[in-house]
């Protein structure tokens, strides 16, 4: 099974940008879905972007209302690594960010450790 690690969070200033990378031990070619999900204390994890197999040949992008326009999710499948790009980044944007990768529609995912991202000013 495919194991991820995140890196790219931090601390930045309102308005600001940060790319995370989830980058996989093994190959994400094959991978029905790709997402990254977020939890600010108190709150419940929730889906901030995905990339899915659609077809055989193409991929779907979907994306929280609260990060459409700002969150932009890629897939680099040579590097085995999938990226987020935040851009405006707002303090309600802060949280831990985590990564994960479901090879089917059945699967129910395996989860990277998380990045902390910290919008404040």
């Known amino acids: 099974q495919v194991q991820l690690v995140e890196s790219g969070g931090g601390l930045v200033q309102p308005g600001g940008s940060l790319r995370l990378s989830c980058a996989a031990s093994?190959?994400?070619?094959?991978?029905?879905?790709m997402g990254w999900y977020r939890q600010a204390p108190g709150n419940q994890r929730e889906l901030v972007a995905s990339?899915?197999?659609?077809?055989?040949?193409?991929?779907?992008?979907n994306y929280a209302d609260s990060v459409k326009g700002r969150f932009t999710i890629s897939r680099d499948n040579a590097k085995n690594t999938v990226y987020l790009e935040m851009n405006s980044l707002k303090p309600e944007d802060t949280a831990v960010y985590y990564c994960?990768?479901?090879?089917?529609?059945?699967?129910?995912?395996?989860w990277g450790q998380g990045t902390q991202v910290t919008v404040s000013s």
């Open positions: 093994g190959s994400i070619y094959n991978m029905y879905a």
């Open positions: 994960n990768a479901r090879a089917t529609i059945f699967s129910s995912g395996t």
């Open positions: 990339i899915t197999r659609a077809g055989s040949t193409n991929y779907q992008t």
